[in-house]
């Protein structure tokens, strides 16, 4: 069973920054996608940042425009999202999401952790 909590959510006002913290427990594999998503009232949720451990590699979908910075520490168990220049409309519940098999498609993950609330006001 693997679980995941998120940390680091808040108030900001637009321009400021944040770094989210996805805590991970539990067996992960390695060869499935790990990542980042969102959901605002009344939206669909959305991927904004994925990685697959094996590799390293990471995708971003267009819409985050280099706002948004994946990290993962490995040998922690651990992935971050930092993002700058925030703007009221990622205003959001922001989740980590682990054993993935499409990096940004949401229907496609197992674990979920309970997210962490971003605001951010004009």
């Known amino acids: 069973q693997v679980q995941l909590v998120e940390s680091g959510g808040g108030s900001v006002p637009a321009g400021g920054s944040l770094r989210l913290t996805c805590t991970a427990s539990?067996?992960?594999?390695?060869?499935?996608?790990m990542g980042w998503f969102r959901q605002a009232p009344g939206k669909e949720r959305e991927g904004v940042a994925s990685?697959?451990?094996?590799?390293?590699?990471?995708w971003y979908p267009n819409s985050v425009n280099g706002r948004f910075t994946l990290d993962m520490d490995k040998a922690k168990n651990t992935l971050y999202l930092q993002i700058h220049s925030l703007k009221p409309e990622d205003t959001a519940i922001y989740y980590c999401?682990?054993?993935?098999?499409?990096?940004?498609?949401?229907?496609?993950?197992?674990?979920w952790g309970p997210g962490t609330q971003v605001s951010v006001s004009s």
């Open positions: 999401a682990a054993n993935g098999r499409d990096a940004l498609e949401p229907g496609h993950y197992t674990y």
């Open positions: 539990g067996y992960i594999n390695s060869n499935l996608f």
């Open positions: 990685v697959l451990p094996a590799s390293g590699t990471i």
